[in-house]
């Protein structure tokens, strides 16, 4: 069975995850990810893609990218797949694949995930329990987009930079937004749009990429239980 296309559209965010094969290490050192940072760098000027947040754990990366062209994010992250791979086996003395198959990726509703899907990146390091806060992990966009620490991979999302009028504004009220947790729903609807490639947003937004794709952008919902009162119900009222 042929492979699904991914949801792309130019201008529209996308939640990006990449792992080790087999959920192995794919950094080790200091070095390994400040290589990989290099060549993210390099491909996103490249291949005209905007990275927004970012973090590299030891064994995958979650990346909020917005790609100006249809194929940019594919073409940046084949990129860094070639130079790492060949980077990491010749430092390491391997050889092979290093990757878990094909990234996998999300289009996001802007206005309604994309300051929620910056939170769930950048806290990764928390929910390992790998630090106590993100400002303490060094491999993610966090001190530059709470703080505003000089990181030359990150350009603001138009979102982001209406948090307030000025630098000190947007980090402190972008600081507060990681007062609270993410909520266990809006977790699993990341995590399994990311995962199954599915279009993440409204219904309103999900039925507009829709129309433009031709294209089932969410999972059928599952039929009731045709024996309950409720559908009964509902089957008496369709006629």
Known sequence: ???????????????????????????????????YLEKLAAACTRFDCKLHAYVLMTNHVHLLMTPESKDGIGKVMQSIGRY????????????????????????????????????YIEMNPVRAAMVDHP????????????????????????????LGDNQQ????FYRGLFDSQIEARELNEIRDATNKSWVLGTSRFKDRIEALTARQVAPKGKG????????????????
């Open 1 to 35: 069975m042929s492979r699904q296309p991914r949801f792309i559209l130019p201008g529209q965010p996308q939640h990006v995850i990449q792992r080790g094969n087999n959920r192995d290490v794919i950094f080790t050192s200091d070095e390994d990810y400040k290589f």
């Open 84 to 119: 790492y791979v060949q980077y990491f086996n010749y430092q390491y003395k391997r050889t092979g694949t290093l990757w878990e198959g094909r990234y996998k990726a999300t289009l996001l509703d802007s206005e309604n995930y994309l300051l929620t899907c910056y939170r």
């Open 169 to 172: 504004e947007r980090g402190k």
């Open 224 to 239: 009731g239980d045709r024996k309950s009162k409720k559908y009964k119900e509902n089957k008496i009222n369709r006629v």
């Open 135 to 162: 400002s303490e992990y060094p491999w993610s966009s966090y001190r530059c987009n709470a703080v505003g620490e000089l990181n030359n991979l990150i350009t603001a999302h138009e979102l982001y930079l209406a």
